[in-house]
């Protein structure tokens, strides 16, 4: 089955614990991309990787490092998580780039409810 | 930066009534707009994508047209069931300056009566 997964998905931590958040997707897409959700602001991207070993910065990219080694995982890395990183988040991938003038749907995982204390 | 609004944020039907849920964007250089439908507490389903170079699409009873010159996109539910009862939320896709990056609305909460 296509699909993107996630894990954990829900994990309560404490301030300053390392904590990485997997999402791997078995498309072969080369486009994957971390959201996060937040009450009343919405769905805001904060990284995203057009290939393996590409990747930019989104909207809120502050306290969050990501890495792509392999075109199936995109590990969402907090370092030093804080109490305005508890959220929702969302792993997301597409055919990318040979499709940009195309296709080019999203298809989002299950999220991962974060906690930090 | 594109700024994406949604109006209404909150709509109420009548089972059987056509619904209407509105998108608009500041930024008209974009790649591709998709609609999405968000049950409480689970993930986005993706319902219809729209490119850049086309108007509208369709599939079943949902259409979304696109009209990039005045920065709208507006998602039509026909026939209203009970079970749309989700919120939806829509997604500009690229502009010049950064094809991969994507913004969302803040989202339409829908709940349909029987």
């Known amino acids: 089955e296509a699909q993107v997964t996630q894990n954990p998905r829900y994990l309560i931590t404490v301030t300053g614990k390392k904590l990485t958040v997997t999402c791997s997707q078995n498309m072969n897409h080369e486009y994957m991309s971390w959201y996060r959700q937040d009450p009343g602001l919405g769905l805001r991207q904060i990284y995203y990787s057009m290939n393996v070993e590409v990747t930019d910065k989104g909207d809120v990219p502050e306290g969050y490092k990501v890495s792509r080694k392999e075109k199936r995982n995109f590990p969402l890395i907090l370092e030093s998580p804080s109490p305005n990183q508890t959220s929702l988040y969302f792993c997301a991938s597409s055919l990318g780039a040979l499709a940009r003038f195309s296709y080019n749907e999203q298809f989002f995982g299950p999220g991962t409810r974060l906690t930090v204390l | 930066k594109q700024e994406v609004t949604q109006i209404p944020a909150a709509l109420s039907v009548p089972e059987g009534e056509n619904l209407v849920l509105n998108c608009s964007f500041t930024?008209?250089?974009?790649?591709?707009l998709q609609w999405f439908r968000q049950d409480p507490g689970k993930g986005l389903t993706s319902l219809l994508l729209i490119q850049s170079s086309q108007r509208e699409q369709t599939s079943g009873r949902l259409n979304a047209s696109l009209d990039k010159s005045s920065g709208r996109s507006t998602l039509y539910i026909a026939a209203s069931q009970p079970g749309d009862s989700a919120t939806y939320l829509c997604?500009?896709?690229?502009?010049?300056?950064?094809?991969?990056?994507?913004?969302f609305g803040a989202g339409t909460q829908v709940v349909v009566t029987p």
């Open positions: 930024d008209s250089a974009i790649y591709n």
């Open positions: 997604a500009v896709g690229g502009t010049t300056d950064s094809w991969g990056k994507f913004q």
